[in-house]
């Protein structure tokens, strides 16, 4: 079946820093990929998506590649800001029809000023 | 992007009574929706694939007939939370793709507590 391992935090950087999230999966087929975003007390934002390999997806300083030969689509960040502070979710979804969505177990991310 | 919304967006209730949490698709429709529950500081898990017009598919380990999913039209799906106990608070959230292989769409979520 598919799975989805990120690294657990919780993940702590002082403004400014650079932001790394590791994520690799395990599916059958092409799966898309995607990075949710959790803000305390609210429900899943989509933060970026990848539907094949080597895309990458984007939004709001966040990157992350679709890596079909490491199974991996890890987050990054240049610079993050106070307000990034969030549970960040990596996820798949396999292609064709009405697919359910598999999470991996979120990473906390702490900016301090 | 679409809008999925969720009703209520919290609520507590005492143990024995049941609750119903709606789940609507607001500018499209959606012929399968689906339902997870994230425990505090755990990933989402998959309880149920909503169907319109068919019974709900429950993933392994989920108690149908304590988790009563009705799905009565293409914008709205409800999950029924019977005899609710105190295990039973969680935070419930509902998902919807726009159309077939399409990303999904997520509520923001219900937050449950059973006193």
């Known amino acids: 079946g598919n799975s989805v391992t990120q690294m657990e935090g919780p993940v702590t950087l002082s403004e400014e820093a650079f932001l790394t999230i590791n994520c690799t999966y395990t599916a059958t087929g092409y799966p898309s990929l995607f990075w949710y975003v959790q803000y305390p007390g609210e429900g899943l934002q989509l933060l970026l998506k990848?539907?094949?390999?080597?895309d990458k997806g984007s939004n709001k300083g966040f990157e992350a590649t679709y890596r079909k030969e490491t199974t991996s689509f890890h987050l990054e960040k240049g610079s993050v800001q106070v307000s990034d502070s969030a549970v960040y979710f990596c996820a798949l979804m396999n292609s064709g029809g009405y697919q359910k969505v598999t999470f991996g177990i979120g990473t906390k991310l702490q900016v301090i000023p | 992007g679409a809008v999925v919304s969720q009703h209520p967006s919290w609520v507590i209730c005492k143990s024995g009574t049941s609750v119903k949490i709606e789940c609507r698709s607001l500018?499209?429709?959606?012929?399968?929706m689906f339902w997870y529950r994230q425990f505090p500081k755990q990933s989402l898990m998959l309880m149920a694939t909503s169907n319109e017009g068919s019974k709900a598919t429950y993933e392994q380990g989920v108690e149908k007939d304590k988790f009563l999913i009705n799905h009565a039209s293409l914008t709205l799906s409800t999950l029924t939370v019977t005899s609710a106990h105190p295990e039973d608070s969680s935070f419930y959230i509902c998902s919807a793709p726009q159309s077939r292989g399409h990303e999904q769409f997520f509520g923001p979520g219900t937050r449950l507590t059973v006193l």
């Open positions: 500018d499209f429709q959606a012929t399968t």
């Open positions: 990848a539907t094949k390999a080597d």
